[in-house]
């Protein structure tokens, strides 16, 4: 079984991924829990390339490839082996990142997102994408009390989180069978047990 977390920063990704990892475990369950990009040696060095803030001159192209290229070595790697062994993978991101980030945020023609996300994945999606949805007000509260500084992803402005969250509302109706929007305001427990009963019907289908 495989699922990915989608959303902005802020929204609550980590906290509910490493919560249902946490049970399923509890569960007796083998959990494989990733964050996206990285989780591979080849992977993690891309990742800091593409978080480093010396970097604002990065492409467009430049950056959905390599984010393309991380996640490509991720599932050959890692993801690929561990579903054939049963495992649960959880992602915390996967190629939906990339068509709200680059495709809608940036303003990549779509098709060629399409297409870059296709090769890089083989074909492979979750049954399931919990997108957790958060106003963009919010998000800035939530890291202005954390008080950590921005990466280069996260310097992109209003306007760009605002596109990036209409890409994945977009996507919601695109694929409305495997990605589900949870509104993600409500407190940590709250939003715990919600994702935990939207995926108990996955397991037992
Ligand atoms: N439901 C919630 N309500 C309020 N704050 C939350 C909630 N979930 C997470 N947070 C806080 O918001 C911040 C970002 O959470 P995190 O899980 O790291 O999000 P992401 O991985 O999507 O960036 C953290 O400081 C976390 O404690
Ligand atoms: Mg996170």
């Keep these: 079984m495989f699922i990915s977390f989608e959303g902005l920063d802020g929204s609550g990704k980590t906290t509910q991924a490493q919560l249902l990892a946490e049970t399923l475990r509890s569960h007796g369950r083998d959990v494989l829990f990733l964050r ?19 970097h604002l001159h990065m492409t467009q192209i430049s950056e959905i490839l390599l984010f393309s290229a991380a996640r490509a070595q991720l599932i050959s790697e890692v ?7 049963n495992c649960f993978v959880i992602c915390d991101r996967y190629a939906d990142s990339t068509t709200a980030y680059q495709g809608f945020g940036r ?9 870059i996300n296709a090769a890089a994945t083989g074909g ?27 990466d280069r992803m996260e310097s992109g402005g209003l306007e760009f989180f605002e596109r990036i969250r209409q890409g994945y509302l977009h996507l919601c109706k695109e694929e409305p069978r495997r990605i589900v929007r949870i509104d993600g305001m409500r407190s940590v427990d709250a939003l715990r047990q919600e994702i935990w009963s939207v995926l108990a019907s996955t397991f037992t289908s």
Aim: no cysteine; proline share 8%.
């Design 36 to 54: 996206e990009p990285g989780g591979t040696e080849i992977s993690e060095r891309i990742r800091e390339i593409l978080l480093d803030k010396k």
């Design 124 to 150: 492979l999606w979750p049954e399931k994408t919990i997108f957790l949805d958060v106003p963009i007000s919010e998000l800035i509260s939530r890291r202005e009390k954390s008080g950590l500084p921005l």
């Design 79 to 85: 993801i690929r082996p561990a579903l054939e062994k």
């Design 107 to 115: 303003g990549l023609n779509l098709e060629t997102v399409r297409a």
